[in-house]
């Protein structure tokens, strides 16, 4: 009886066991696509839509608070809220390349910059996962000439400081300055900002969707990246990620931002992106291509 009993259970067992394979199969069969990542490169020598005509509007970032460069180093100094109106009117519908146009929105605070690696950790990467984003300290009126914090933050991903002057200020009496705590008081440090002839590529994020038998179905771009070329000359190719950025949301700016294509045609940012009439490559570090 014992016998016959177990018998049962493990016909029964068996039975439970195919219907759950069943249901396996067809829920795993059910579901046709499949999702991987993909880091793409829009290279300014394959593909000069995003990168010209250049901008004269970049001057005026030099001259925002009205000073020259310190005498003995090429950088100009930091921006102040000085002249700020006549930054917003020189890019005001601007829409020479993509740079321009992005510039003044991560300025005023309208786009959130994310952070191209961990702010604790910079060997960890973040490939435009968008997980560290750079915000201004209380609210959406907060921007880079409101918010000291968030200027200070910013300023280390829209340009560069320049090495820190040797000369202190002098008095008076021709003496070096010297401040309250009892230390020699020296020139801020320049700064260079990334124009529009600094940025030679962007890097793209995107969802890769794929059917089942690994043919591509769609493509869907997350995050791009504008990058510095920091390449010198008789040197290897060195390039700079600077930041990442919400696609979503730039396409309301993209899609009210216009450029002729090659055939002389108006057409707008986000076609231009979301038809994919750019030409990329994959994006290779360290000998692998990142997914």
Not at 31 to 48: A, E, H, P, W
Not at 117 to 128: A, E, L, S, T, V
Not at 259 to 279: I, M, P, Q, T
């Amino acid at each position: 009886m014992t016998k016959i009993l177990n018998i049962r259970v493990g016909v029964f067992a068996t039975l439970i066991l195919s219907v759950l394979i069943s249901c396996s199969q067809t829920l795993f069969t059910s579901n046709k696509d499949y999702q991987k990542f993909d880091l793409r490169i829009i290279d300014s020598k394959k593909d000069s839509v995003l990168f010209k005509p250049y901008s004269d509007s970049w001057r005026v970032l030099k001259r925002l608070d009205g000073s020259k460069n310190y005498e003995g180093t090429k950088y100009p100094r930091t921006v102040s809220p000085e002249g700020y109106d006549n930054y917003k009117s020189k890019f005001k519908n601007n829409t020479s390349n993509l740079w321009t146009i992005l510039h003044p929105h991560i300025m005023n605070g309208s786009v959130t910059v994310y952070s191209g690696f961990n702010p604790k950790d910079p060997y960890m990467k973040d490939h435009g996962r968008l997980h560290y984003p750079i915000t201004p300290k209380d609210s959406d009126e907060q921007s880079f000439f409101s918010d000291s914090i968030y200027k200070e933050s910013l300023s280390n991903y829209l340009g560069q400081f320049g090495p820190r002057p040797d000369v202190p200020f002098s008095n008076m009496y021709g003496q070096d300055s010297v401040g309250t705590d009892g230390n020699k008081v020296y020139p801020p440090r320049g700064y260079y900002w990334y124009t529009d002839k600094d940025i030679t590529r962007y890097y793209l994020r995107e969802a890769v969707l794929l059917k089942k038998n690994g043919e591509v179905k769609k493509r869907i771009i997350e995050s791009i990246a504008p990058v510095k070329d920091m390449s010198r000359r008789d040197k290897n190719p060195d390039y700079k990620e600077l930041f990442w950025l919400d696609f979503d949301e730039l396409k309301p700016i993209l899609d009210t931002t216009y450029y002729l294509d090659h055939d002389g045609n108006v057409e707008s940012y986000l076609d231009y992106f979301e038809k994919r009439k750019f030409k990329t490559d994959s994006l290779i570090e360290d000998g692998k291509s990142i997914q």
